[in-house]
Every structure is written in C-alpha cells, then in structure tokens.
C-alpha cells in the first residue's frame, strides 16, 4: 500500500510536469527530450517502474518550402538558385528544431541543408525565461536531485542548440579529433553555406536506424560497441560529451564505417573533475575502500 501511495503520487507530480511542459510550445518537447535523460523515480526493489513523465518529442511538423527558402536566403543573403544548383522541396528527415533538404551545390557535391523554422530561436528563449516555473515539481518529483542545477544545464544546453553555427563548429573540432579513426567518420561541414539557421554538410549514404534493425545480430553489436567506444573516447580522452548518441543520428556507410550525425549538444569536461573520477573508479576497481 505504501508503495502503491509513492507511485500514485509520482504519477501525479509527472502528469503535473508534463502539463507545464507541454505549454511551453518552443523549448517544452526539447526540455522533455534532456529530461528523459535523468531517473526521477528511484525505485526500492526492481518491481516498481520507473516513472515517465510525457513522451519524446513525435510530434515534429514540416513547414512549406517557401518558408524555408526565406530562412536560407535570408540568413545566406544570395538567391537560392545562386546557393545550389537544386534543392528537393521535400525534407528526408525532421527535427524538434527544423528539418533537412537533400540539395547539390555548383560544384555538384551532394549535400544535407539543415535549416531551422522560423521562429523556434525566439519561442525557445522565451520559454527558457520561464523554467524556473517547473523547478518546484521536479524537485517534488526527485527530492535527491538538485533540481536548479538540472534546470541550469537543460537551460545553456538548449541556448546553444538553436546556434547552427555553434554546431558547425562542434561538428569541424569533433571531426578533427576522429580524422583516421578506423570505424567512424563525421561529415564534412561547408563553412561558406553555413549560419546561425542554416547548416550545411556533406550527405552520407547508407544504411538509416530502421534499416539497421532489420541486419544481422553480430553486426548490430558491432555497430553498438563502435558508437559506445567512441562517444565515451571522446569523454574521457578529448573531455568532449557529446548528448545526442541517438540511433536516428548513426549511418552504416557501405564500407563499414559508422557514420555519427549532430553535435548541437556538446558539453567540455574539467580535467580535474575527469581525473579525480578516474581515481575513484580504480579505487573501486582495486576494492580500496580507503582511497
């Protein structure tokens, strides 16, 4: 009975979350992404579940190609024909924040055109203004979690998103950090075609998330083990976290390679904070319950 009172009452605090969420219509399906992240409810026995406080963002819409057309030419100051050789009107993938366009450029490369909606920068930081209203329940929700520092980092993280140019950079740095590596590649960013909405990279072809699930067992290990192997170098050897290591952002490119898309959410670690975390884990590894 007691248990069954906790669980009644974490439900309610999370329905009561996911309604504050769901009036913030910019930044409210992002916030509820990075939530998803952290265990609010932390059971006493492995009976219980967890609790869940609104789904992922699903409900990501398209806007018309005339919409976007302005974005770019707006934010690229040239006529989109003088941009690209074509664009396909139609996006191959959406966003939370905008969708992609599959184009060529005048020297006839094929390229991904990430462009963000209209209007969602602005939404987003008047939404962020106002996070502090949900602090209270989710402190109910976690007693345990320091709920401002939470809020805090959710806060920087999403401000630094809605910067397609921030992103661009994350993406140039990152992949100077894996050029070589054996069994990952990023694309190639086009700095020239590139701003603050508008990102602009090289078009990968392969095998997409859904197509993935349907291969081999042993490959699908394979490709796991790559992506954990290489999200967690670059934590502990570069102090760079990348937070999106989605299945949606993984290609499986024809000769092997994985393929890791966006880097809109990168956080650098302090390298004193890395090591003193390295020594407590070896301090654990050798049952030195001293040090």
Not at 111 to 126: F, L, M, R
Not at 216 to 235: H, K, P, Q, S, T
């Amino acid at each position: 009975p007691a248990n069954a009172r906790e669980d009644a009452r974490a439900a309610a605090l999370a329905e009561e979350l996911g309604a504050q969420l769901g009036r913030l219509k910019g930044a409210g399906p992002k916030i509820k992404q990075l939530l998803s992240m952290v265990q609010l409810d932390r059971p006493s026995d492995g009976e219980r579940s967890l609790v869940a406080f609104g789904a992922l963002p699903d409900g990501a819409r398209t806007i018309p190609f005339g919409r976007v057309r302005r974005v770019i030419e707006q934010d690229l100051d040239a006529g989109i024909g003088r941009l690209f050789d074509d664009i396909d009107q139609e996006p191959f993938a959406v966003a939370s924040l905008g969708q992609v366009h599959k184009a060529h450029t005048s020297e006839g490369e094929i390229v991904a055109v990430k462009v963000q909606h209209p209007g969602v920068a602005e939404a987003i930081q008047t939404d962020l203004r106002s996070l502090g209203l949900v602090g209270p329940i989710l402190k109910r929700l976690a007693p345990g979690l320091d709920a401002g520092a939470v809020l805090a980092e959710i806060r920087d993280r999403i401000s630094d998103e809605i910067d397609f140019e921030l992103e661009a950079q994350h993406q140039r740095r990152l992949q100077r950090l894996l050029r070589g590596h054996p069994h990952v590649r990023l694309p190639h960013v086009h700095t020239d075609l590139s701003s603050r909405r508008v990102l602009v990279t090289e078009y990968v072809e392969g095998l997409r998330s859904d197509e993935i699930k349907r291969i081999g067992e042993a490959e699908r290990d394979r490709i796991g083990e790559v992506a954990f192997r290489c999200y967690l170098d670059l934590a502990w050897r570069a102090g760079a976290v990348a937070g999106d290591p989605h299945p949606d952002n993984c290609i499986l490119c024809p000769d092997g390679r994985l393929c890791l898309l966006d880097f809109a959410l990168l956080r650098d670690l302090d390298a004193n904070s890395s090591q003193r975390e390295r020594e407590v884990m070896r301090a654990l590894a050798d049952g030195d319950a001293h040090r």
